[in-house]
Each structure stands twice: as structure tokens, then as C-alpha cells.
């Protein structure tokens, strides 16, 4: 399963192979435009992983097995040393408590950079159709091993084994996917040929035109630690599509995932007859910085970040000679206003802050709750009630540790652990629900822990100052509002000044309802409402829900909508008089 | 014909109206949709004035007669001045040699914009359809005034009749068309309403779903002198079909084109039941630099520029919260390799270089001949003798004074008319074409000059220093060359430094032709080959070729691909449980 360099075949295909290729993966990528046009349900990359026969999941663990505790090579050009496999060295650990003791090659940019730059113009002539049928075939490879991507998922990000299958492998490859027949589409909006004849006087003017996509230059992703394939592939993807070499600069503690997708499209790039260097990998050295100094390079004309806020802002005030994509922080809220199915919603709210131990970056940190209380199908209940009858939905959720380890995640690192610590300790207000550490099965040494939940008043200015900050990981606050106005009003202030991507309101109110749509549409960001069942405010569906808005400061990419394709190539043409193409 | 702002009605249109808007347009923008898709020949606007009846000319010119010498009255709120009608004080002077003597309200941005946000919410939600066609109703009524706004053209920027009439009128009006059915298009790609049925374990999660574009916030058009409205209606209507209010800061040398524009847009608006302040336009008094301030400001989201680099880098540079468009300078290239219709090549090259006296952003400057001759149909020609031959096509093309003047433009100012006697003055080498001044037959006092072809070599490197610089005007060099290759790395030189708009190859040659393909994709340059008859490499067919490529430093925008609209809005979804929309 875990294939070495040394499998990549170095012989180009010849034409046939490729046109089989775009004919093998043509009916895939309709299919995906279909579901991008229609927003309906679809994905080609089964989320069971059952379903990928019985060997799969023992195949997968032994191939992620066989990474461990060994170099992993990519058989790229510029090698200038090794990262790793020791954390002093830039090596990994995971966050359920073991080191990966995997070392990667380090390389020289002064040479990565120009191969990847001579591998442009095969990749740009061979047209969009042949990129998107390649960029299909590496995801079909990538979905094909998605029980080891999981794996890897596991031991980076701290995902739950669901969490890791969906989000780190099946959701991101969708991501992928959904990037590629967007390019595809944008790339095939003009005819690649077209006749241009024009009545003139007595006589008709008769030009032939082409039309070619021409990308920008190299693209480069940097990448996250909580989701590097969900929050990597989308940009990967859309500059690879569109013809731009892609340079891929993996957070340090979460190389793993990154590295084996480079090394999985590096040799279907080889199978197909193009220059692996097309896709490369920067691992950096510990306090290199890699992101700094690359982003701003003359040959990066395409940068994706996904990460905090302020260094979104850093490579859009620096990288001037590119295209920068930005991903970062968010601060989500919900409006618990009133609602028609109370245990429903709790039950709902519960799963919706303890998910992957509330690290996403689509979690609800702040619930504003009238302070007079709710109306509901039981009737009025306390602001108090209700923040009660969520801690016992966490309970009811959460008590038992295995279902809990299955829910939550490993805590990413001590500074994820400090915000529970202190608001555990009552620093940040009266602890309503506190938290308590979950032992992990497998896994002792993993720190995991159920949310805390705080009550705050958006009356107190220190509360305010408190739920206007992120809180990334199992921290949320319960925040007592005069009124749904008031409630109205601290959510667009907190998504004009902090972002956010996500929104929520329970309400049985329509007015109340048509009012939360209002203030969404003008601060721009996605609203939820009335969410129940296993359906949760945190998830995004591929090929249906947009994933930002671009509108508030968690960034102004957005998956994918056409602005994150469109400006990735540009479209040469060519005009010839008398008709000839 | 030139309505006052009290013609306007003040009562807005009930729903009824408005669809019966968007019916009447519907056809038209689908008709326009369908070229985009094509790139076939089409448009709605006749270029031929006799098209708009007997009675347009004359009463174009009446409506004309009756602008000039009074204040241009818009309406507008913040009004703290008034700009003109002197030329000392920013009033307009006819390029043929007359004071227009108009006035124009000058007003307090810090009244104007908050107008101008409290217009957007309504503008927003009516949705792209009905913005659509209260565009189109809007480039309806400027096509119906075609003949005036030709002859705003002709006495702002200088255009010779049939000029002002296409590029100043129906051209520019088609360019607006081709934006707001670009627009309509992308804000149209995700469905208003769907569905989204997941099957889930025992049952299925029914998500009802709505997606909603939402402006970015005011959008600003910096516009230029030559082409104010062809520059200025792609910004304009991209960014008011997508939900901007728009500010339209002319160029002081041509205000009344766009005064029309904004005051025709702010009748249509109010007429259709909206705030005619989606539409403002700022005039700045004589040294103002209103651009620079106005760029800035946090209200403005989207700048749309045309002018000089520099301004444009400036632009870029500064206006950090919005989006920034450019359309900068160009040095554009044309090779002369070989030909088999040599009195052709020959005459479209005259005219080429003669149209608008050589001040379009097309016009080719830099014509690169191989210093040992080129093959022709009428066997081979030595450098020397293209250039005289091309003399001589000029001569025919130019020598009466009234031929000339319908081909010709009168000079923008005394930047270019300095440029000419420069050249003419044998400082830039060997005048090989001398220029000479035409005598306008109705205008006595315009500047109108012939172009003088300068030869150069460039094996000089004074000579490379010139060609590399751009010669706004009438002024063009035949450029000796050693071989294709040489011709092929200067225009790549050239592009990538200079910027370039148009390059042109007249060749016989297939192998050439392939060369100077691969060139022009590699630095990102529209390729006309081998034009003859009466189409002209400075020419740009609306609906059909893309206008720059945002490859090189000509600027980033494109009329019109799908960058230039596609983040002019963005959108925001909103998920309902259970299935509601």
C-alpha cells in the first residue's frame, strides 16, 4: 500500500493513456458540476469504511504502520538536509501520545522552485480537460488509501476515528474534487475555438479565435494542523487545475497527511507522463518560517493559507506579487431564542460543542440565551434552565469515555489545554458546566476533555471583551442577552471584528428568524437555523454549502465558490483573419 | 432629449413594473449570455447612426448644443460647490478647440457616501434579475442618446466622428451590456432555493437551503480621458449589477460623457422605485486629486481603474480595503515577418497606426522587421523599403486633409502633441515618415497630426531604451531586428516590462506562427495574425475578445472574464432544517 518513489514509473504515457484517462474520469466530474449546479446531496467518496471491502481497514493501518519510525522520501530535487524524526528536529508527535519518528527531506527552494517552474509549460499546454481528469486520478489514489490518510489524520490533527475518516480523508478529497470541477468548468466557459464573422459594408469579416488558459505561476498552500487536507486540498487543487505548479508548506505538526498526498500525486503525475515536480513538498526546519520567506519569493504568484487571522493578514500585506487566499479565525455565535423541540435542540447544541473537542473552526463558542429565558414545547425555562439542561445534555453525550474519546479529540497543544485550565478555574466567569478529562482507551497519555461551559453577561464589559476573543477547543460560553436585538447586535459585532463561518438561531419566531437572515446578510456569514437530529451547525457539505463568505475577517477564500477559481489563470487568445483556428 | 434631474419621478414602480423590466430585458441579456458563450459576432446597439432614425442626428446634436455653457444639474446630495465652467476652475475644453463651458456640482463625500450605503440593502435584495434589468434599462436609454453622448466624446477626448460614435457610444454601451450579463450569469451559477436530502443510517437529513449575493459595499470608478465611458461602463455596471453603489470619479478632461452616464443611471433608479444614489458622481476641483483620497476611504470595497501604471501601482499599493481593478499603459508589438498579401498588410498597417491618432491602449507602437527584408507576394523587401512602402500607404491613406481628419484624433494635450515633435525632430533616430499637421475643416484650432514612423535598431541600445518606453500618440517605430528570434525575445522584453494590450504578426510562415503562439502565452499578450481589409489589431469585438489578459503590467482586469465580476459580490447561505427555504 504505502508505495515508494521507487514504484513511480518514469515513462510518459502516450496520448491514448491520457485520452482514456479524461474519458475514464469525464462522467465523475459532470456528475460533480451536476451537484455543484443543483446544491443537492452527492459525493463520489463513500464516508463508511466499510465500503472500501474487508480488507481495507487492516491494509490501511499496516500501511500507516509501515510509515512510522522511518525517512519518508518524495524523490524531489534541491535535497539540503532532513526534518526530523526527533520533535527537537522538527519531527512529529501525536497528540494521543506517541512520537511518529518519521524524518522528511528538506530542500533547497533555489532549486525546487525552478524545476517546478519548468514543469509549467507541458502542464499548461496539455489543456484543462487532461489537468482535471490528472488532478481526479490522484484523488481517486488518495480516496483509494483513505483508512491510512485517516490514520495520519489521527495522529497529527488529534481527529476521533470519524472526525479523521471524514474530515481528514473522504470530506477533503470531496473538497478536492469539488475544487477541480470548478476549475474545469471556469476553464471551459470560453470555446476553445470559435468563428467570429461580422457583416461589414457588402462584405462579412471572417476571424478565427482561440482561446487558451494560461495559469499565473507557482502556487503555494500553507498549510494547517487542524484540517491540512479539508483546509489544503481546495487551493491544491484549484492552482493545480488551472495549470500552476503547487509548492505545499505543511505545519510542522502535521507534515504526515500533506506528505503522502505530494507523494501520491507526484507519481500520478509521473504515471501520466508529467513532471512530478508539479506538485512539491516544503518541509521546514523548527523555527524556519519556511511560510515567510517562500510566500514572498517573485515565483509564487498563488498563495492559500489557512491558520490564524494575523498571519493571513501578514502574507496579504507581504506576498504583493501574489494572489493571496486566506482561511483563518473565527468566532461563531448562536441564538438560542426559542424553539419547538427543546431535548431535540439540546441534544443538538451538545454534539454541535464537543465535536473534535470544539477545534473546528466552525464550532459555536458564544450561545447568546435571553436572559429572561426561552419559550419552548416544555415550556418557559430559565436562562439558568437551559444552561443546566445543556450540561446534562453533555453529560448524557459525553459520561461514558469511550463514547466521549469518539466525539471529542486530543487536545492539539498546551495552548489549547490552558484556555480549559483557565476557564475551568473560573477566570473568565461562573464555570456552569465544567469539564472533565476523558481517559482514552487506547490511548492514556492523550489529552482529552469535555467542553467547559461558561456563563457570561453581554451586559458586563469584561464578559464582552471574553466572547470577543477565539477560544479554540473545548470552551463555550453561555451568555445571558437582554433581548433578541441585543443578541442581533453582539453577533454582527462579533463577526465584523473577529469573523466568523459559521452563524446559528433556534426559533420557532418567524420574525425573529427573518430578522437573524437579515443581520447575516449583512455581516456575511452562513446561518443555521433550527438544527436537530445529526445535523450540526460545525458541518459543511461539499458541493452544497459554501465554506465562508469572504464578507468578515476569517478570510476571504471561500470553498469553493468561482472567485477561488477564476483569478488562477488568465486566458490568452489568439485572432486570426479569414477564419483559420 | 437632455433631461433635467426634475424630470425624474420621485414615485417608485410597484413589483409590476419591475417584472414587466425584467421581462422586456430578459431576452436581451440571454441573447447577450449566448455570445458570451460563442464569442460570436453580436450586439444590440447599431453602430450606424442612421439605425436610430431621421430625426437622431439632428436632435443628438441639439440635446449637445444644449449642454454646453451651463451647469450640468445631477441632483445628488452633499452639494458644497461647483466645479468649472472654466478651464482654470475644471471646466472642459474641447480637444477641437472650444470651451465647453459647462459646470458641475461638486460634492462632500462625507455626505455622499452614507447616501450611497443607506442605498445598497434595497438594491441588494432585489435580487441579480431585476438589477439586470434595470442596467440594461439604464444602457437602453444611453443607446437611444448614442449621437449626444458621440459628441461628448468627440469634444472631451478628442475621437474623429465615426470613433466617438462606436468606442464613446455603442461600443462602451456594449461593454456595459457584456458586464451585466457577465453578472447576471455568476450570481445566478447557485440556485436562490435548494434542497439538500442526505440519507443518513435509518432515515434522511432534509436541509432546506438559500443563497443570497450580497454586495461588498461602494465601489469606485476611476475613470480616464481617452475612453471614458468604454474604460469606465465595464466597472460601472459589473459592480452595480452585482449590488455596489457606484462612485464615478471622471478624468477633469472629460467629465460630461459619465456626467451623462451618471445622470441617465440616476433617472432609470428612481424610476424603477430605487435610490437614484446608487449612481453619484464625484467631480474634483483643478488639483484635487480626488482619486487619491476617495480610493482610500473604508466605505469604498471596489476600485475600478484606468489611467497610467503608476496611478494604478499606486492604487494597488494604497487602497488596501478594497479590490482593486487596473487597465494601465501598454507597449504593443507587432511583427512583420512575411506576407502574401503585401498592399494589404500594408494599408490595415497604416490605418492601425493611424486610428485615433495612435492614442488607443491598442494601437501598435513597436513594428519589428527583420533588418534583411521580408518575403511578400510581390517577392522580397528589404527593411527599407517596407518602411517607405508603409510611408506610402500612409500618404494614401491620410493625404486629404478630410480623409484624414475621419481617421485621425485631434491631440489629448501638449504631453502628446511634445511627443510628436520629438520624434518628428529626428531625437529619437531617423525619421523615416515625417508627420504632418491636418487642417480640420470645421475645427481650425485642433492639433491633428499624421504619425511619424521613426526607424530604429535594435541592436542599439539607445534605440532599445526608446522602444521600451510608452509614445502615447502618433508616433510609432519601425524597429530593425537581426531574426525572428530576436523579434520574438524583444516582444517578450517588452510585454513583460512595459505591458502590452495587442501584439500583432503579419507571417507566412507556420513555424513563425507557432513561435510567436507560444510567446504570447508565455507573457500573456492577445495575438492578432496576419489582419487585413477593415479589421485592425486595435480593435476589441465585445461579446468576443477578451480586452487584456492581467498577465502583464497593462493591469489586472479584464473585460469582461469571470475574475472581473466574479468578486464584485459574494454569498451567504442560510440552512434550514427539515427542508424549508
Known amino acids: 500500500m504505502a508505495r515508494t518513489p521507487q514504484s513511480v514509473s518514469a515513462t510518459p504515457t502516450d496520448g491514448g493513456d491520457l485520452t482514456r484517462l479524461v474519458t475514464r474520469h469525464q462522467p465523475l466530474l459532470e456528475r460533480a458540476r451536476t451537484a455543484l449546479r443543483t446544491r443537492e446531496h452527492w459525493s463520489p467518496y463513500p464516508e463508511d469504511p466499510r465500503a472500501y471491502g474487508p480488507e481495507a481497514e487492516a491494509a490501511g493501518e499496516a500501511a500507516f504502520r509501515a510509515l ?16 526530523g524524526p526527533a520533535p527537537a528536529e522538527g519531527g512529529e508527535r501525536s497528540p494521543y501520545g506517541f512520537e511518529l519518528g518519521i524524518s522528511y527531506p528538506h530542500t533547497d527552494p533555489d532549486t525546487l522552485l525552478p524545476a517546478m517552474a519548468a514543469a509549467l509549460p507541458a502542464w499548461r499546454d496539455a489543456g484543462p480537460e487532461v489537468r482535471a481528469a490528472v488532478c481526479a486520478e490522484i484523488l481517486h489514489r488518495i480516496n483509494a488509501r483513505s483508512v491510512e490518510f485517516a490514520l495520519a489524520a489521527t495522529h497529527t490533527s488529534g481527529h476521533n476515528p470519524v472526525m479523521a475518516f471524514h474530515a481528514g480523508a473522504v470530506h477533503a478529497q470531496d473538497r478536492g474534487l469539488e475544487a477541480v470541477a470548478m476549475a474545469l468548468a471556469e476553464q471551459t466557459r470560453l470555446p476553445a475555438r470559435a468563428r467570429w464573422r ?99 519569493r517573485p515565483e509564487i504568484r498563488l498563495v492559500d493559507h489557512s491558520g490564524t487571522t494575523a498571519f493571513g493578514a501578514w502574507l496579504v500585506e507581504h506576498a504583493r506579487q501574489a494572489r493571496v487566499f486566506t482561511s483563518g479565525s473565527a468566532v461563531n455565535t448562536l441564538v438560542v431564542h426559542s424553539t419547538g423541540d427543546y431535548r431535540d435542540m439540546l441534544a443538538n447544541l451538545a454534539f454541535s460543542v464537543s465535536l473534535y473537542s470544539g477545534q473546528l473552526c466552525t464550532s459555536p463558542q458564544n450561545l447568546l440565551i435571553p436572559r429572561a429565558g426561552i419559550s419552548t414545547d416544555e415550556g418557559h425555562k430559565s436562562f439558568e434552565q437551559v444552561v443546566a439542561d445543556l450540561g446534562e445534555a453533555l453529560g448524557t453525550l459525553l459520561s461514558d469515555d469511550n463514547d466521549a474519546a469518539a466525539v471529542l479529540g486530543a487536545l492539539l497543544g498546551p495552548a489549547v489545554s490552558e484556555r480549559v485550565d483557565l476557564a475551568q478555574a473560573g477566570k473568565l466567569g461562573h464555570v456552569a458546566v465544567p469539564s472533565r478529562a476523558v481517559h482514552h482507551p487506547d490511548h492514556p497519555e492523550a489529552d482529552i476533555r469535555t467542553p467547559v461551559v461558561v456563563a457570561l453577561d453581554a451586559a458586563r464589559e469584561a464578559d464582552r471583551a471574553t466572547l470577543l476573543t477565539e477560544w479554540l477547543g473545548p470552551v463555550c460560553f453561555a451568555v445571558a442577552v437582554d433581548s433578541v436585538d441585543e443578541a442581533l447586535a453582539l453577533l454582527a459585532r462579533t463577526t465584523r471584528e473577529c469573523g466568523a463561518l459559521s452563524a446559528g438561531l433556534y426559533s ?74
Open 68 to 83: 512510522l519510525g522511518r525517512p519518508f522520501e518524495l524523490g524531489q530535487p534541491g535535497r539540503d538536509g532532513t526534518v
Open 198 to 296: 461580422k457583416p461589414q459594408g457588402d462584405h462579412v469579416v471572417d476571424i478565427g479565435k482561440t482561446f487558451t488558459p494560461v495559469p499565473l505561476g507557482i502556487s503555494l498552500v500553507v498549510a494547517n494542523s487542524v484540517f491540512p487536507t479539508w483546509n489544503g486540498y481546495p487551493g491544491l487543487f484549484a492552482s493545480l487545475a488551472t495549470g500552476n505548479p503547487v509548492l505545499v508548506k505543511p505545519h510542522p505538526a502535521a507534515v504526515l497527511p500533506l506528505a503522502l498526498t505530494v507523494r501520491i500525486a507526484r507519481e500520478t503525475l509521473a504515471d501520466t507522463g508529467f513532471s512530478p515536480d508539479l506538485v512539491c513538498l516544503a518541509v521546514e526546519r523548527p523555527g524556519e518560517e519556511a511560510a515567510r520567506t517562500l510566500a514572498v
Open 508 to 581: 420557532t419566531d418567524r420574525e425573529v428568524e427573518r430578522a437573524m437572515v437579515a443581520v447575516c446578510a449583512d455581516v456575511g456569514v452562513m446561518l443555521s437555523v433550527n438544527l436537530m437530529g445529526d445535523w450540526y451547525i460545525s458541518q459543511s457539505a461539499v458541493y452544497s454549502d459554501l465554506h465562508a463568505t469572504g464578507l468578515n475577517p476569517a478570510g476571504n477564500a471561500v470553498y469553493c465558490d468561482t472567485d477561488f477559481v477564476a483569478g488562477r489563470f488568465r486566458t490568452v487568445g489568439v485572432r486570426r483573419y479569414g477564419g483559420a483556428v
